[in-house]
Every structure is written in C-alpha cells, then in structure tokens.
Nanobody, 124 residues
C-alpha cells in the first residue's frame, strides 16, 4: 500500500509558476512509475506527465510540453511537477499517481495509487 500526499497548489496569475510536490509513504518508492493527472471542473481527468522508476524517461501531455517538468528524488520518496508559464486553462485539481506497469501509461485506470489532489488556480 502506498499513500501519496500532494502539496504546493494555490492561486497564481497567468504566466506565473508553481511547483507541486508529492510525498509517498513506503520503502519501495523507487519501484513505482509516478505521474500527475488533473481534473478541471466538469471535465474528465486527464494525463499531465509521468516519469519512469529511475527518472530517466519522462512523458508529457502535448499542451504542457515545454512548460511543465516532472522529476523525482528517490532518496526523499518525492515526485515534483514544476509548472511554468501557467495559463488559465491549467486550472484544475492536480493528482499525484503511482504504480503503472509502464511509464508511458496515460489512462487513469493504469495507475493503482492516487493522492487526494491539490487545487491549482490560474487567474487571467
């Protein structure tokens, strides 16, 4: 069992930056692929980014490429999402996820563990 706790969300102006963190419990963090999803009001959850177990491979949804960066620190059991050049359409609840079979997984059903989510609001 893995518990995921997100932090770092908040209100930011368009063009600003935020860094989300996700702390994971357990001693097997390095064996999990990790990722981030988001869900805007009235919309389905969508894939944002994922990272392989060692951090050597990363994947992004097209609309965030070049603006968001996912990274992980296996010594700290933490995964990060650095978000730059934020836009109002990035407003959503952001969820940390863990343990898909493949780091390329982009469907919510492929991830076994989910955090509670953190709200990100970008004002125009």
């Amino acid at each position: 069992q893995v518990q995921l706790v997100e932090s770092g969300g908040g209100l930011v102006q368009s063009g600003g930056s935020l860094r989300l963190s996700c702390a994971a419990s357990g001693r097997t963090f390095s064996t999990y692929t990790m990722g981030w999803f988001r869900q805007a009001l009235g919309k389905d959850r969508e894939f944002v980014a994922s990272i392989s177990r060692t951090g050597g491979r990363t994947y992004y949804e097209d609309s965030v490429k070049g603006r968001f960066t996912i990274s992980r620190d296996n010594a700290k059991n933490t995964v990060y999402l650095q978000m730059n050049s934020l836009k109002p359409e990035d407003t959503a609840v952001y969820y940390c996820v863990a343990d898909s079979f493949l780091a390329t997984a982009k469907s919510p059903v492929e991830y076994k563990y989910w955090g509670q989510g953190t709200q990100v609001t970008v004002s125009s």
